[in-house]
């Protein structure tokens, strides 16, 4: 990777990735594209451009002009919004998928696109969820993901373009908050915590989700997209987690360094919903085999970390 574009990149992943671009292939190397325009570090450190995903003729205009070798494209609507308007989350996150990977196909560009734990239904295995199997998903997030996945599938297979990508599970991260997701609660915990000592919980006891640190989220998107691809067998979509927990298991972890921390349940009936259809826990040894996944953070380091920078940050 040596030229790179990210869309979305005030959105939480696309912040601390830009960044970590920047840091690693050259400020000016980096180009930050979004709707919101981002403020701080993000903008002041290298070339930003407002663009639409939806948009081609945009797209294009500046892909065109930039030239990247590489589109980490992270541009999409989050599940619990996706729900709420199926029809906007169609047009977002399918639409910008199909003008980017049309667009790396005109200017030869790899092409990064996450997909999610979203992309699997109720019928899917929901504990150690192999990498390849049965996905009907049954909400409007997760009929983009899986789409995603095929159509990246489709412009390797059909135009040759170098299209890699990730099923993430929850984000946890202290700089920029998630918007709309279904497991926002993981970091939405730590800040109520820190600033009340009380946290009301969307999602009901016993719901098991994938979860990562952001840190390890940013490694992972750069490992696979610097694999050496002869070694893989997959190429989009791949597995990755680093920890599975219930809210429960997260309060108590909390507990331990936050003592008087109380919890109680208010459960989103349309959250719980899309969570339950999701897998307890992933198996991602096609990540681990095919460009050598391994996470850094589980549970006890993530949390122990995300308190000293939040509790820094808030107070
Ligand atoms: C969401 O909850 O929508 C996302 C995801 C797991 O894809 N965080």
């Not at 150690?128 to 199997?133: E, G, H, I, S, V």
Request: hydrophobic share 35%; charged share 25%.
């Amino acid at each position: 990777m040596k030229r790179i574009l990210v869309t979305g990149a005030s959105g939480q992943i696309g912040s601390e990735l830009t960044l970590e671009l920047r840091k690693r292939y050259g400020n000016d190397k980096v180009m930050a594209t979004d709707v919101r325009k981002p403020s701080g570090a993000l903008l002041d450190s290298g070339p930003y451009e407002e663009m639409d995903v939806t948009d081609q003729n945009s797209v294009e205009r500046i892909v065109k002009a930039f030239r990247p070798d590489t589109i980490y494209h992270l541009a999409a609507l989050l599940s619990a919004v996706a729900e709420a308007k199926p029809q906007l989350a169609w047009t977002i996150n399918m639409g910008g998928l199909y003008h980017i990977l049309e667009t790396a196909r005109e200017f030869s560009c790899a092409v990064f696109t996450p997909s999610s734990i979203g992309a699997f239904g109720p019928s899917t295995p929901p504990d150690r969820t192999p990498q390849d199997t049965i996905q009907r998903p049954t909400s409007m997030y997760g009929v983009t993901k899986v789409s995603g996945e095929l159509l990246c599938d489709y412009y390797h297979l059909r135009f040759g373009v170098d299209t890699r990508g990730l099923r993430y599970p929850g984000i946890i991260s202290y700089e920029t908050p998630p918007g709309g997701g279904t497991t926002d609660y993981a970091v939405e915990i730590f800040y109520e915590a820190i600033r009340k000592k009380t946290y009301t919980c969307f999602l009901k006891q016993g719901t098991y989700l994938d979860m990562m640190y952001m840190p390890d989220a940013i490694k992972a998107a750069i490992d696979v997209m610097e694999a050496d691809p002869s070694r893989f067998k997959h190429r989009n979509a791949f597995n990755v987690t680093a920890m599975s927990f219930a809210p429960e298991d997260l309060y108590e972890t909390i507990r331990k360094r936050i003592p008087g921390f109380t919890m109680r349940y208010e459960v989103d009936p349309v959250r719980q919903c899309i969570a339950d259809s999701w897998p307890n826990s992933m198996d991602d040894s096609a990540a681990r085999e095919e460009w050598g996944w391994s996470p850094d953070f589980d549970l006890d380091l993530m949390t122990g970390d995300m308190i000293d920078h939040l509790s820094a940050k808030l107070t």
